[in-house]
């Protein structure tokens, strides 16, 4: 590549996506440190669980007189290292469990309504970046950051519950249709938090201010996981004469299921993401 293009106008215009993507995580490296700290305390707490966590949970449970052919008395009733044991994997999916909110509300609050408010988005796209390149950048590396942390979760917490230990299968919570075990066990646990993501976006760019922004982010995407644990059940036709509950459908629905809810919500993400692009292309005036 020549000097000239390189110092020319255009060059200087419109960035690298190397340098837009630096730009992103530089403007939001505290919610990045965050972020990859409660990967790292997830992913760690799911290790613990695999090894030491639930050996120390199945000899305690041994010792009780549990997990032979005759249990005594208070099997059900577990000890301290059973309850840290559950304790811990509990706290691990549950981050799953409330990433998305947490998700919807930094995307609309601190990633896009701050930055409309403060003008700071008016001002990279007079100068260096035009708005459609500028959100893209803005939905592109905060997604990429997302998928490959709850896909190392998730793959963690499969093999927990996957492994058919003794503990593991002397737990009560790892009944596969429980909604925070099916939404941490596959693509869902992926693809909530890349709605909650577009949704976070579109509520920011709507709104235009922080706090109203966040707000309104955390409602639709509560919004959106509560409307769909009530229809779950009914994305997969039960057995004949059976109630349409998670329950009642047999362990080999889990991933009809799981696949049906997740191509709802990468809809909800794709509509979402769309609509983002339209609001503000209709507002700058600027090509896409």
């Known amino acids: ?7 020319s106008p255009a060059a200087r215009r419109f960035p690298e996506p190397r340098g837009l993507f630096l730009a992103v995580l530089r403007v939001h490296r ?5 972020w990859l700290g409660l ?19 199945w000899a305690e449970y041994r010792a009780s007189g549990c997990g032979g052919d005759s249990p005594g008395l208070g099997c059900d009733l577990p000890g301290p290292a ?7 994997v509990a706290c691990a999916s549950g981050l799953l469990a409330v990433l998305p909110v947490l998700t919807g509300a930094w995307a609309g609050g601190a990633l896009i309504g701050r930055e409309l408010e403060s003008g700071t988005a008016r001002l990279a796209w ?18 990429l950051l997302l998928v490959t942390g709850t896909l190392a979760i998730t793959l963690l917490h499969r093999t927990l519950w996957a492994s058919d230990s003794h503990v593991t299968r002397s737990v009560g919570w790892h009944e596969w ?3 925070s075990v099916f939404e941490a066990n596959g693509t869902l646990a992926t693809a909530q938090p890349l709605a909650a993501l577009a949704l976070g976006v579109l509520a920011g760019l709507v709104v235009g201010r922080a706090l109203p922004a966040l707000a309104a982010a955390a409602l639709a995407v509560t919004a959106l996981i509560y409307v769909l644990d009530e229809v779950r059940p009914h994305l997969w036709p039960t057995p004949p004469g059976t109630p349409v509950l998670m329950h009642e459908h047999p362990a080999s629905h889990f991933w009809p299921l799981q696949l049906v809810e997740t191509g709802i919500v990468l809809a909800v993400a794709a509509l ?17």
């Open 1 to 7: 590549m020549s000097a000239a293009t390189v110092g």
């Open 30 to 34: 505290s919610a990045l440190l965050f």
């Open 39 to 57: 990967v790292a305390v997830a992913a760690g707490a799911l290790l613990w669980a695999l090894g030491p966590g639930a050996d120390s949970a």
């Open 82 to 88: 059973h309850g840290r044991y559950e304790t811990v």
């Open 126 to 143: 007079t100068q260096s970046v035009t708005p459609a390149r500028w959100l893209a950048a803005k939905l592109a590396v905060p997604a």
């Open 177 to 179: 249709h429980d909604d």
């Open 272 to 288: 979402a993401t769309a609509a983002s692009f339209a609001l503000l292309r209709r507002r700058t005036g600027a090509a896409a």
